[in-house]
C-alpha cells in the first residue's frame, strides 16, 4: 500500500507522549475559594496549592516531567565537587545553545544576579526588549537603570505585529547618543518576551542587534528562558525558516548573543534549576568566582547532582519540534477558543500562556483598583482556577517619584505548564473565563493593604471594593 506523505501541517498539535501516572486534585465548593481567597489577601500567590483546581499561576517549575528524566533523577551524583551530572549538563549546554562555559544556579535569578553584579556599574543604563521583573530588580540592584526599547507594537495587546518581542534600534541608538556606549554594559534581550505576553523576537532584528552593538562594543546578555518557544515562532514566521528545525533555530539564536542567563524551569522542563552560560573566558573565571559566594561550588551552583542531570535530559527534549509544536499548540488553542467568544487577549496568542487584557475586560475599573489582580482573583473565586496579575501590581513602583509604574499593559497571564493539563482542562477554563465574562459588572476592583518592599506582586495583599 502506498499513500501521499501527509505533513503535520493537516494533523492537531496533540501530543507525542502518553500519561503514565496522574495527580490527584481536590475539586472546591464556592465557600472554600471564598474563604481561601480571603485568607489569601486576594493575590493568587498566597492561595495554598491544595486549594486550586487548575493552576495556571506560571509554567515555571510547573512541567511534568517525562520517564527518562525521572530515570536520570536515579543517576545523581550527589558529591560536593565535580559531580558527573554537572559535565552532562555542560555537554547538553554546549551541544544545544552553543555557549562555551557554564556556571550553574538554583535558578534563572540567581544567574540574572551574578551577571549584574559582574557587569554593572554604578549609573550604567541597561536596555532591553522590555523589562522581566526580577532581571530588572537585579540590574537596578546592581546600580543600573533599565530602559525600554521593545519596538512600540508590544504596548498594544490588538497589535498582529508577528514578531512583537523586536528590538526598536532607534530607541537603543537615541540611548547611546545620550549615555555613550561605554555606560551601556550590555542589552538584556529576551526570547520570548514574557511581559509582552510570551511574544517573539526575530532572527532579522536580533541580526540587527548584533551589528549595532558589535559596531558599539556592546555585549548582547540573552535571556533564554523560553529560546526554544521563540524558535518554534520563528520556524513559522520567519521568512527562510520553514524548512529548519527548532534545534537549529534556537543554535542560530544562541549565536547572535554573548552570554545568557537561564531559567531551567520553564523550556528545560525541570521544576527546579537554571545557569549563566558565556562565551568569554574571563567573563567566565570571576563568575565561576562568584557563584561560589551566592550559590554553591561551580560544579552544582545550588542544585542537587540529580537535579543537574533532568535538566540535561530536559534540555535535549525541549528542542524537539514535536514537543514544541504540541506544547504551543496547546496555547494556541485556549487562546483561539477566548477570540472567538470575544474575550479581550493580547494578539497574536503568546506562547506560553494567554494573557487576558483586564482594561478591555474590566472597563470601569481604574488602573489605581487593580483591574488585572481584582480578575485574576474572580477567576478563582468562580472555579478554583489560578491565574497570575502582570499589570500595575507587578510594574511596582518607580524608583525616583515612589509612585506606581502605570504599565500600558494590564493582564491577567493563564500560564500553561507543559506536559500537565488536558485539551478538556483548557475547554474548563474557557467556560470559567466567560462565566466571569457574564457578571463583570459586579467586580469593583481592589485596595491594597499590605505593600512588600521588592517584588510586591508575590506579597502584596489586598481588600475587594465590592
Ligand atoms: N526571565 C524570565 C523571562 C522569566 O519568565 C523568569 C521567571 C525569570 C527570568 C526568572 O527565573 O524564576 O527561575 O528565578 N518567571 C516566572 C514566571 C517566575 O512565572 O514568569 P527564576
Not at 525600554?148 to 498594544?156: L, P, Q, V
Not at 530536559?314 to 472567538?340: C, F, K, P, T, W
Not at 470575544?342 to 487584557?357: A, E, L, N
Not at 459586579?442 to 505593600?451: A, C, P, T
Request: charged content about 25%; aromatic content about 8%.
Amino acid at each position: 500500500m502506498d499513500l501521499k506523505v501527509n505533513t503535520h501541517r493537516h494533523r492537531s498539535w496533540a501530543e507525542p507522549w502518553r500519561v503514565k501516572m496522574v495527580e490527584l486534585l481536590k475539586m472546591t465548593t464556592y465557600e472554600e475559594r471564598k474563604k481561601a481567597l480571603v485568607e489569601a489577601g486576594y493575590n493568587t500567590f498566597l492561595l495554598r496549592s491544595r486549594d486550586v483546581y487548575i493552576d495556571l499561576l506560571t509554567d515555571s517549575g510547573t512541567s511534568a516531567m517525562s520517564d527518562r528524566q525521572w530515570a536520570g533523577m536515579m543517576l545523581g551524583d550527589e558529591a560536593y565537587a565535580g559531580s558527573e551530572n554537572f559535565y552532562h549538563l555542560e555537554e547538553a549546554v554546549k551541544k544545544y545553545y552553543g555557549y562555551k562555559y557554564l556556571v550553574p544556579t538554583h535558578q534563572g535569578r540567581g544567574a540574572e544576579h551574578i551577571i549584574s553584579k559582574l557587569l554593572i556599574k554604578q549609573g550604567d543604563h541597561v536596555p532591553g526588549n522590555m523589562y522581566f521583573t526580577t532581571t530588572r530588580l537585579h540590574q537596578e540592584l546592581a546600580g543600573g537603570t533599565f530602559h525600554d526599547i521593545i519596538i512600540d507594537e508590544a504596548h498594544d495587546p490588538e497589535n498582529e505585529h508577528p514578531f512583537k518581542g523586536n528590538v526598536d534600534l532607534n530607541k537603543l541608538d537615541a540611548l547611546v547618543k545620550e549615555y555613550g556606549a561605554h555606560r551601556i554594559p550590555y542589552v538584556s534581550i529576551a526570547t520570548t518576551v514574557n511581559m509582552a505576553g510570551g511574544q517573539p523576537i526575530s532572527l532579522a532584528n536580533l541580526r540587527e542587534l548584533r551589528e549595532y552593538t558589535r559596531k558599539h562594543g556592546i555585549l548582547i546578555i540573552h535571556d533564554m528562558t523560553r529560546v526554544a518557544e521563540n524558535a518554534w515562532f520563528i520556524k513559522q514566521r520567519e521568512e527562510g525558516y520553514a524548512g529548519k528545525s527548532v534545534a537549529e533555530i534556537v543554535r542560530e539564536i544562541c549565536d547572535l548573543t554573548d552570554g545568557a542567563t537561564m531559567s531551567a524551569k520553564k523550556d528545560a522542563l525541570v521544576n527546579i534549576g537554571g545557569f549563566l552560560a558565556l562565551n568569554d573566558p574571563d567573563l567566565f573565571d570571576r563568575a565561576r568566582n562568584m557563584v561560589v559566594v551566592y550559590e554553591g561550588l561551580h560544579t552544582y551552583g545550588g542544585m542537587a547532582g540529580r537535579d543537574m542531570e533532568a535538566m540535561a535530559i530536559g534540555i535535549g527534549e525541549s528542542v524537539h519540534d514535536d514537543h514544541i509544536r504540541a506544547r504551543v499548540g496547546q496555547v494556541e488553542y485556549l487562546g483561539n477558543r477566548l477570540l472567538a467568544h470575544d474575550i479581550p487577549i493580547v494578539k497574536p496568542v503568546g506562547s506560553h500562556g494567554v494573557f487576558i487584557d483586564a482594561k478591555k475586560f474590566l472597563p470601569t475599573v481604574s488602573q489605581d483598583k487593580f483591574p488585572a489582580q481584582a480578575l485574576a482573583a474572580a477567576i478563582y473565586l468562580d472555579s478554583g482556577i489560578r491565574t497570575m496579575e502582570r499589570g500595575i501590581v507587578s510594574a511596582g513602583r518607580n524608583k525616583k517619584t515612589g509612585d506606581h509604574n502605570y504599565p500600558k499593559l494590564e493582564l491577567v497571564r493563564l500560564t500553561i505548564p507543559r506536559r500537565v493539563y488536558t485539551q478538556a482542562h483548557m475547554d474548563v477554563v474557557v467556560e470559567s473565563i466567560l462565566e466571569v465574562y457574564d457578571q463583570r459588572s459586579r467586580i469593583k476592583g481592589l485596595k491594597m493593604v499590605y505593600e512588600p518592599k521588592y517584588l510586591r506582586f508575590f506579597q502584596a495583599r489586598f481588600d475587594s471594593l465590592s
